[in-house]
T-cell receptor, first 113, second 112 residues
Framework: DVKVTQSSRYLVKRTGEKVFLECVQD?????MFWYRQDPGLGLRLIYF???????EKGDIPEGYSVSREKKERFSLILESASTNQTSMYLC????????????FGPGTRLLVL | QQQVKQSPQSLIVQKGGISIINCAYE??????FPWYQQFPGKGPALLIA?????SEKKEGRFTISFNKSAKQFSLHIMDSQPGDSATYFC???????????FGAGTRLTVKP
């Protein structure tokens, strides 16, 4: 059974704090993704990684960075959290090519006060 | 810009009825069209997907209809059940690893 896990289900942070969201997949997938999910906007791609240490910006990378030091782990970093980053964050993975099914984690609901 | 437009935003259907969700895309390079189902507190999970070489795909009570010339596709849920109540996302992707684009989502409620 495929599995994508996210380190936290709920997080509450203060404006200006540095926030780390961790994602781990056990399927040996090359591709990993970070999305944010907002009502009425669907899922929007923040960053994508197709290999260890490789990353590409998605549609909304501003205010975020990522790290992929190991194949199974993809971290999303909010360098200085702001209230407009309050959202649901979803991690996903899939094998190439990009059209293959994406497997999602349960999400992290982040509240920035 | 929303590359995949989904409607309606929310849908209420009686048990046993047909639920229909529509999507339209812009990029003619898209050639894979999945639907994802998301229950509260869970991540989205693949429900059914279609490629443009067929106009319809059916899996149990779920059917995708695809119209390539109109660049539209839709999900039909026959005999809708309360357990189908969830948020549904359409998506579209092409050759590139990172070009899957999602619709805004439809919150489906099936009343008993």
């Amino acid at each position: 059974d495929v599995k994508v896990t996210q380190s936290s289900r709920y997080l509450v942070k203060r404006t200006g704090e540095k926030v780390f969201l961790e994602c781990v997949q056990d399927m040996d997938h090359e591709n990993m993704f970070w999305y944010r999910q907002d009502p009425g906007l669907g899922l929007r791609l923040i960053y994508f990684s197709y290999d260890v240490k490789m990353k590409e910006k998605g549609d909304i990378p501003e205010g975020y960075s990522v790290s992929r030091e190991k194949k199974e782990r993809f971290s999303l970093i909010l360098e200085s959290a702001s209230t407009n980053q309050t959202s649901m964050y979803l991690c996903a993975s899939n094998p190439p090519p990009g059209r293959e099914t994406q497997y999602f984690g349960p999400g992290t609901r982040l509240l920035v006060l | 810009q929303q590359q995949v437009k989904q409607s309606p935003q929310s849908l209420i259907v009686q048990k046993g009825g047909i639920s229909i969700i529509n999507c339209a895309y812009e990029n003619t390079a898209f050639d894979y069209f999945p639907w994802y189902q998301q229950f509260p507190g869970k991540g989205p999970a693949l429900l059914i997907a279609i490629r443009p070489d067929v106009s319809e795909k059916k899996e149990g009570r779920f059917t995708i209809s695809f119209n390539k010339s109109a660049k539209q596709f839709s999900l039909h849920i026959m005999d809708s059940q309360p357990g189908d109540s969830a948020t549904y996302f359409c998506a579209a992707s092409g050759d590139n690893n990172n070009d899957m684009r999602f619709g805004a989502g439809t919150r489906l409620t099936v009343k008993p």
